[in-house]
T-cell receptor, first 109, second 113 residues
Framework: GQSLEQPSEVTAVEGAIVQINCTYQTSGFYGLSWYQQHDGGAPTFLSYNALDGLEETGRFSSFLSRSDSYGYLLLQELQMKDSASYFCAVTERDDKIIFGKGTRLHILP | DAGVTQSPTHLIKTRGQHVTLRCSPISGHKSVSWYQQVLGQGPQFIFQYYEKEERGRGNFPDRFSARQFPNYSSELNVNALLLGDSALYLC????????????FGQGTRLTVV
């Protein structure tokens, strides 16, 4: 079957670094995406990995290991505005996108 | 440039009724996808349309249908509404056929009573 696993909640301190992990099991993997969603808002695209390795975009980085069916999102220099839910999502070869249940990130001052 | 727009923003329907939700993609985007999001869960993939053809379908009953028009806008139709259909319905557009980067609208909040 198809499934994505990510922690339900993570807490970190303002200014620190946090890593949100995602493991997946799908039938035809094409790529892994990350989205941010604030309460009451729409999901916002953060990053996409199709190949193994690290992709860096400002304070956010995303990593993929296809052989391990694993990826993570790394958030550096945490700010209070980063408090949100973060979703990993797998794009499959038949164009389906499977989202994880999301990780709620709490940031403490 | 306008982002993805959805209408209506909120909707209340009675069980058994039919509903049509609308989505206009970002100008130049040819792919539209629909998702259902229940509170506390991730978006669940319903459909993807590219160049007016269905490219992907999630595990939803046949009561759910969609189409894409020549101007790339899209409609999601749900027949015989059930209480469990109450959710936020999100539309996302992307440039190409593969959803590597999707831009989401603010969604339609559907409540079935």
């Amino acid at each position: 079957g198809q499934s994505l696993e990510q922690p339900s909640e993570v807490t970190a301190v303002e200014g620190a670094i946090v890593q949100i992990n995602c493991t997946y099991q799908t039938s035809g993997f094409y790529g892994l995406s990350w989205y941010q969603q604030h309460d009451g808002g729409a999901p916002t695209f953060l990053s996409y990995n199709a190949l193994d390795g690290l992709e860096e975009t400002g304070r956010f980085s995303s990593f993929l290991s296809r052989s391990d069916s694993y990826g993570y999102l790394l958030l550096q220099e945490l700010q209070m505005k980063d408090s949100a839910s973060y979703f990993c999502a797998v794009t499959e070869r038949d164009d389906k996108i499977i989202f994880g249940k999301g990780t709620r990130l709490h940031i403490l001052p | 440039d306008a982002g993805v727009t959805q209408s209506p923003t909120h909707l209340i329907k009675t069980r058994g009724q039919h509903v049509t939700l609308r989505c206009s993609p970002i100008s130049g985007h040819k792919s539209v996808s629909w998702y259902q999001q229940v509170l506390g869960q991730g978006p669940q993939f319903i459909f993807q349309y590219y160049e007016k053809e269905e490219r992907g379908r999630g595990n939803f009953p046949d009561r759910f249908s969609a189409r894409q028009f020549p101007n790339y806008s899209s409609e999601l139709n749900v027949n015989a509404l059930l209480l469990g259909d109450s959710a936020l319905y999100l539309c996302a557009s992307s440039l190409g056929s593969t959803n590597t980067e999707a831009f989401f609208g603010q969604g339609t909040r559907l409540t079935v009573v």
